[in-house]
């Protein structure tokens, strides 16, 4: 069989895979992405997107029982679990679709099946119809990333879930276990518990969101306790024994083992890169625990391959393999490439009230050795949080008390996943304290708080 060559393949159609190919494209390459499955990979179809459809929903049923404080009445309040997600899949069709339509405009090849590299500049791919084989002297890796399995927690789509079941659930869970506090499970928790699920967290670090700034996780903690969550630290589910429609779970807290009984598990425990059946040990790649070991370029040290997105490591965020393919794809095109700085790549999580944060903690700024200035405003200070009926949250700022630096931001509260964007700005483009203090926030706004942290952390705060 004739193998077609291109300048380009790309390997995997999520977030960093089909950016890589359109900018390939749009620099005058000629470009092939292989999928096994979708395009869009799971962030579309299967992960941010959906889920935040299915948050979306929880968020109206949660505003529609308290319309009494906004002056309104509803009655009967209730919702169609099938619905909801009938709507979370409509959206992740629609957005699906609409990848298809972008590879066809920027005259991308497109190959449905499961790719192998035999050898150095060689795809071979198993379609429907057979196997394609493809060359060229680029290959970019971006086959992203599985939910991680535990001995004895593993899924079975009834009782125990991945992300891939609570997105599609079978049932809907009358008590419910998630057990890991990341960004999938807490939004998942704070998604059914919403919905009236009896919900019970479990997480083996000592706070929820681990990665989080500690009064972050503190305050989402006791927003989530508020909210009728169940949350045990430092604990871990040793077993889980099955029943029929129910589940025994085993969780070791405090060196004591305890038993609880629940109808359904989510299990969210982290991911573990798909490195598999692609040929890359034979090719010399270096793996680290899953994951393809590269430069800050997302160079595997293999001539003309490259890794971007979970496949090449954390942070495990779709937005950061986005700007890794526009990166490779420069890179290949001889354009000049700027790495992508893990400290400037925002994390938002969307459970209720939201999370969102960029650069060092607190504690990882110390840890750096910088002498530091912290700034804090809480919402209950804001006009616009309060005429929302929002006024749970806090916005954190720490600074190099030296240089006047921003470190990192840090925010809990509503529409924080929104605002965060500005200090990624702020952090891109070098800011200081002083260019901070000088910028003028519209009023009445939630981004006035950024301000005020601002002016907190060098002592000129003026609404607290």
């Known amino acids: 069989m004739a193998t077609k060559s291109f300048d380009l393949i790309v390997i995997g159609a999520g977030p960093g895979g089909y950016v890589a190919a359109i900018r390939g494209a749009q620099l005058g390459l000629k470009v092939a992405v292989v999928e096994r499955e979708h395009l869009g990979g799971i962030c579309l179809n299967w992960g941010c997107i959906p889920t935040k459809a299915l948050l979306r929903s929880s968020e109206v049923f949660h505003l529609m029982h308290r319309a009494k404080e906004f002056g309104l009445s509803a009655d009967n309040i209730n919702y169609d679990i099938d619905a909801v997600v009938k709507r979370s899949r409509g959206v992740a069709k629609q957005l699906s679709g609409g990848i298809g339509h972008l590879l066809k405009k920027n005259k991308v090849t497109v190959v449905m099946g499961q790719a192998v590299i035999p050898a150095k500049g060689r795809v071979s791919v198993k379609t429907d119809k057979g196997t394609e084989e493809l060359s060229a002297k680029n290959i970019v890796l971006a086959t992203g990333a599985r939910a991680r399995e535990l001995p ?30 990341g960004a999938i499970g807490i939004e998942f928790a704070s998604f059914y518990n919403t919905l009236g ?84 040990e034979a090719l010399g790649v270096k793996l680290d625990r899953t994951h393809v070991v590269t430069d800050e370029y997302c160079r595997t040290g293999v001539d ?8 090449a490591g954390a942070p495990w965020l779709a937005h950061k393999a986005s700007h890794e393919g526009v990166m490779v794809a420069d890179l290949i095109a001889g354009k000049h490439a700027h790495p992508v700085k893990p400290e400037s790549i925002a994390g938002c999580t969307y459970c209720h009230p939201q999370v969102a944060s960029v650069g060092y903690t607190e504690a990882k700024a110390k840890e750096l050795g910088y002498d530091i200035k912290v700034g804090r405003f809480p919402f209950i200070g804001n006009g616009k949080a309060i005429a929302l009926g929002e006024a749970e949250g806090l916005v954190k700022t720490i600074f190099d008390a030296k240089t006047g630096e921003l470190l990192g931001a840090h925010m809990v509260g509503a529409e924080v996943t929104e605002m965060i964007q500005g200090y990624v700005v702020g952090r891109q483009l070098e800011t200081t304290e002083e260019d901070l203090i000088n910028t003028v926030f519209p009023h009445p706004t939630l981004s006035e708080m950024m301000h005020e942290s601002v002016l907190d952390a060098f002592d000129r705060v003026i609404h607290m």
Do not use: C
């Not at 927690?153 to 506090?181: C, F, N």
């Not at 003309?304 to 496949?311: E, Q, V």
């Open 152 to 181: 004895g927690l593993e899924a079975d789509g009834d009782l125990v879930w991945t992300y891939r079941h609570a997105l599609q659930p079978p049932h809907m869970p009358k008590k419910l276990l998630v057990i890991g506090s």
């Open 304 to 311: 003309g391959l490259y890794a971007i997105g979970d496949i």
């Open 197 to 280: 699920t009896d919900t019970t967290v479990v997480e083996v670090m000592d706070r929820v969101l681990p990665v989080e700034d500690a009064e972050i996780s503190a305050f989402a903690h006791k927003a989530f306790k508020k909210q009728g969550m169940k949350i045990m630290e430092k604990a871990m589910v040793k077993k889980l024994d099955r029943g029929k429609g129910k589940v025994t779970a085993h969780i070791e807290v405090g060196g004591k083992v305890e038993t609880q009984e629940f109808d359904t598990v989510i299990s969210a425990v982290g991911i573990v890169g798909n490195v598999e059946n692609l040929g890359l």
